[in-house]
């Protein structure tokens, strides 16, 4: 299937790839600054001029959090984590949950009904609520478990909130692409279940999956941002004192969770919040964008290939009515014997 060019596309990626690639070399070329606390700010007199968390300046393009840390650096050594999970996710619900729902609609399709029934009792609930509950015990309490094990966690969780709405649309668009005529005419001729699929179903496949790919990273987005707001952040949390108060903050600076440890913020300190926050509508937009691409050209590439039924020119009898006579008109059994 050949696809227009996707200039939109093209460039949102290309500004994800730059966000993506500055976060990872932060860790190699970057300053350590966000990593150290300034409690407060004085003039050359000793004398306190404010407390953090520091607005915007000249020093601090996007102002600082309670704990005197750079917003804008932060915000670099978290955005990798965030795009990572989300990727690692979405293209894990996608291939696993597609193929799954291939091989079951193409060779035991009778067991589909009993999965639907299986995950039947799940759709009732919200995916935020069964997350929520999932990592409540993991995540939320504050123990022992290593980052990496807790973070291992959090993306399976994801994964399984996402497989079976994928597995089910799937299998049903394999069905539905089953039941057209070419399809039903190569099964009669003889075509093996592996044939058609690679030949037949795949083809037209690859279009939804793709965009169904786009779809669960919004919705894996949107998760991770509700799972902050209850501060569960990518990788767990742990508790520092600031001016003798405890609150939770995320380890791996991941954006949705600097998001929900500094959500309180909005009204005294609205920089601190919007910092994370601001970069994460942008990158919700860039995805919105893919998204509607993709939609616009497979709707113009369905325009272009469909099939046209042909208009049949009538013709006008009444001029040609008074020069029909019986004459003009050869019996059949007339006709087969002269023949």
Avoid: C
Wanted: no cysteine; net charge positive.
């Amino acid at each position: 299937m050949k696809f227009q060019p996707y200039r939109r596309t093209k460039i949102s990626l290309g500004i994800l790839l730059v966000l993506l690639i500055a976060s990872i070399l932060y860790d190699y070329i970057g300053p350590d600054d966000y990593r150290s606390m300034l409690d407060q700010l004085y003039d050359k007199n000793g004398n306190v001029l404010e407390n953090p968390p520091y607005p915007p300046s000249k020093e601090y393009l996007l102002g600082t959090d309670r704990d005197g840390r750079d917003n804008l650096l932060l915000i670099l050594d978290g955005l990798k984590y965030t795009i990572a999970a989300v990727f690692i996710v979405s293209i894990a619900r996608v291939a696993v949950g597609a193929a799954m729902g291939i091989m079951t609609e193409t060779w035991v399709p009778s067991s589909k009904p009993f999965v639907k029934a299986f995950f039947l009792p799940f759709q009732y609930i919200p995916l935020l609520l069964l997350a929520v509950m999932l990592m409540d015990a993991v995540i939320f309490t504050f123990n022992e478990i290593p980052v990496i094990v807790k973070i291992e966690y959090q993306l399976i969780v994801l994964f399984l909130l996402g497989f079976p709405a994928v597995f089910f649309f799937t299998s049903d668009l394999v069905k539905e692409i089953s039941t057209k005529s070419y399809v039903t005419s190569s099964a009669l001729l003889g075509a093996s279940k592996l044939h058609i699929l690679k030949v037949q179903i795949l083809p037209h496949l690859k279009p939804h999956l793709v965009l169904l790919f786009v779809q669960q990273v919004l919705q894996t987005l949107q998760i991770l941002m509700g799972l902050a707001l209850f501060h569960l952040f990518l990788g767990g949390r742990h508790a520092e004192k600031i001016y003798n108060t405890f609150y939770p903050k995320s380890i791996t600076n991941e954006l949705a969770g600097l998001t929900g440890q500094n959500f309180w913020t909005l009204k005294t300190a609205p920089w601190v919040a919007f910092s994370s926050l601001g970069l994460l509508l942008i990158i919700f937009i860039l995805v919105i964008v893919i998204k509607n691409e993709i939609i616009n050209n497979m709707e113009s590439q369905t325009a272009q290939f469909s099939i046209s039924v042909p208009k049949i020119k009538q013709r006008n009898l009444e001029g040609d009515a008074g020069n029909i006579t019986p004459a003009k008109f050869i019996p059949i059994k007339q006709k087969a014997l002269d023949q």
